[in-house]
């Protein structure tokens, strides 16, 4: 899952840089065959100020993104059906700042939020009917993920960023399944394939990378190969031998993000092809450097938010894909990708301007 609204401003000095990335990544970059098909842009209007965070695809015919609008002061749910968006009320007291959405099913759809105070829901469950507020255990929910049950994961924790805990929804409440932080951190990233693999991400404030495994009854801290320690920002789980992770080395140069693959036994470390570009005050806003999504045919879709282009990485090679064409003078971030069921076709979102907004898919 992606990296959302409040854990883009990380509690802690390593997350503090704005510095110059010097043609990384570029360098000899080998470019493969563009895949089939091609990236378009649906656009939606009369919001206000809107901003999406999160999508979820189970099936070509149903789609739900969620994010805010009205200046970050009132929630934003949008379902896609027969073909067209459309806005989907949310129960009252929902957090202003819906930040990820996940789903197990078109009847079985799980979203978090953020802001508001203690009182607002900070978590909701889509039934296939209507939205329904649920309690949230903490106080900042980060991330959520369905596992192959159909049960909702999520990552919490408290506003300060301390108290992180993983919770798994079972017999209709939040239990806590054991994970704790060695270190002051902030833990961002989930992705729970099945009850036994669930992988969570984010960053420590030691030398240890933020990586963690749980196979149904521990949690392990996973060692990525490097100088530097990874902050794992994105996590695309997909078999227990094929697992994806978009990363940032924290180098004190600022090297540019990382694509790691797990194969089940090793990890293999792949930069990214980043622009030479002054990348600014990216602690502030980790959305500003995208999501990874699986093609569903072996490679991976990147969008860095730094170019017009889709990055796609064929497992060998990286190809860029040029973005749909817009009037809006540049290219909207994009916070959040996905997979559309086991297909080839893919969703991105973003922020809007002014009453507009754009969601792209490439099929």
Same mark, same amino acid.
């Given at each position: ?35 089939? $098909? @091609? =990236? &378009? ?6 919001? /206000? #100020? +809107?901003? *999406?965070?999160? %999508? ?26 027969? $073909? @067209? =968006? &459309? ?6 007291? /929902? #957090? +202003?700042? *819906?930040?990820? %959405? ?27 009917? @209507? =939205? ?8 900042? #929910? ?222």
């Amino acid at each position: 899952m992606r990296t959302a609204v409040a854990r883009r401003t990380a509690p802690f000095a390593l997350a503090v840089a704005a510095v110059t990335a010097a043609g990384a990544g570029m360098t000899g970059t080998a470019l493969a065959d563009a895949p089939p $098909g @091609a =990236w &378009t842009a649906t656009e939606i209007t009369g919001l /206000t #100020a +809107p901003a *999406l965070y999160g %999508v979820t695809a189970p099936d070509r015919a149903h789609a739900w993104a969620v994010g805010t609008q009205s200046s970050s002061s009132a929630p934003l749910i949008l379902s896609y059906r027969h $073909g @067209a =968006w &459309t806005q989907q009320a949310a129960p009252a007291g /929902t #957090a +202003p700042e *819906l930040v990820d %959405v996940a789903s197990g099913g078109p009847s079985n759809v799980w979203a978090v939020g953020q802001g508001g105070g203690d009182a607002t829901a900070k978590s909701l469950h889509w039934n296939g009917r @209507a =939205w329904k507020a649920v309690a949230y255990p903490l106080p900042l #929910a980060m991330a959520v993920s369905v596992d192959s049950r159909g049960k909702a994961w999520s990552i919490g924790s408290n506003t300060d960023g301390s108290g992180a805990a993983v919770f798994r929804r079972t017999g209709g409440a939040w239990t806590d399944k054991g994970f704790a932080l060695p270190d002051r951190g902030v833990v961002d990233a989930l992705a729970a394939r099945t009850p036994k693999d669930v992988w969570v991400g984010g960053a420590t404030s030691s030398s240890a990378d933020g990586l963690w495994h749980y196979d149904g009854t521990s949690w392990t801290q996973m060692d990525i190969p490097g100088n530097w320690p990874q902050w794992v920002l994105q996590i695309v789980a997909l078999s227990p031998k094929d697992v994806w992770f978009y990363t940032i080395p924290q180098d004190p140069l600022f090297s540019g993000p990382d694509l790691v693959h797990w194969d089940g036994t090793a990890f293999t470390v792949t930069k990214t092809p980043s622009p030479s570009a002054k990348v600014g005050t990216y602690a502030q806003d980790v959305g500003f450097l995208g999501d990874i999504a699986s093609d569903g045919r072996g490679g991976i879709w990147l969008q860095d938010s730094r170019t017009a282009y889709y990055r796609h990485f064929d497992g060998t090679a990286w190809t860029d894909v040029p973005r749909p064409a817009n009037d809006l003078g540049g290219w909207p971030q994009v916070y959040d990708l996905a997979q559309v069921g086991r297909t080839q076709s893919v969703w991105g979102v973003g922020p809007g301007a002014g009453d507009r907004l754009l969601i792209d898919r490439f099929h």
